[in-house]
């Protein structure tokens, strides 16, 4: 079956420093790709996706790119900042027509950003 | 748009009694989806309707939990009896699922359930 994997956390950085969360993929067919952010006492928000093959999903500052051929879509960002401390989720959508949007969630990556 | 409205924001109660969770949808959206966050496994998906019917519900742990969707904009997910391992934050999500796996979820902001 579909599966996420993304790089154990809890992950640590100053203010301004570069941010890269892993996150590889298991899926049949052709998925769509998700980060989704979760702040503390809140649900789950979209923050980027990619729905096919090299397409690069960005927003606030953050990137990632649907690497096909490494089963990837690593989340990056040039300079954090302490309000992006929050727990990072990659997750992603079997492109079937009976999913009705079902996603399949990596274990999460806490990030906290320290001034 | 309010968003998907989940109630109660917390629940404590004692193992063996009833539990029910409520959600309500974002309007036009016509997939539904209960998940279940813990530390120790992550996000759970539960059980998922379309257009009030539900597809798959092979994530529901055990015959103590039960969902349904009446109509469009009401959806509840019951523990009875409930138990301590039950404890968990449980979130309800919604979306406009036309089958491409294209459109996000929309979470509500969950519901810390506590069985003491």
């Known amino acids: 079956g579909d599966s996420v994997t993304q790089m154990e956390g809890p992950v640590t950085l100053s203010e301004e420093a570069f941010l890269t969360i892993n996150c590889t993929y298991t899926a049949t067919g052709y998925p769509s790709l998700f980060w989704y952010v979760q702040y503390p006492g809140e649900g789950l928000q979209l923050l980027l996706k990619?729905?096919?093959?090299?397409d690069k999903g960005s927003n606030k500052g953050f990137e990632a790119t649907y690497r096909k051929e490494t089963t990837s879509f690593h989340l990056e960002k040039g300079s954090v900042q302490v309000s992006d401390s929050a727990v990072y989720f990659c997750?992603?959508?079997?492109?079937?027509?009976?999913?009705?949007?079902?996603?399949?969630f990596g274990q999460g990556t806490i990030l906290t950003v320290h001034p | 748009d309010a968003g998907v409205i989940q109630s109660p924001r917390h629940e404590v109660t004692e193992m063996g009694q009833e539990v029910t969770l409520r959600c309500k949808p974002i309007s036009g959206h016509n997939s539904l989806f209960w998940y279940r966050q813990t530390m120790m496994r992550g996000l759970e998906l539960l059980i998922y309707f379309n257009n009030n019917v539900p597809i798959d519900d092979s994530g529901m742990p055990e015959d103590r939990f039960s969902a349904k969707m009446p109509n469009a904009s009401f959806s509840t997910l019951k523990i009875q009896p409930s138990e301590p391992r039950d404890s968990a934050v449980y979130f309800c999500?919604?979306?406009f699922g036309a089958g491409t796996g294209h459109s996000p979820l929309h979470f509500g902001n969950g519901t810390r359930l506590t069985v003491t």
């Open positions: 997750a992603l959508s079997d492109a079937g027509g009976t999913s009705y949007g079902k996603l399949t």
């Open positions: 990619a729905t096919k093959a090299d």
């Open positions: 999500a919604s979306s």
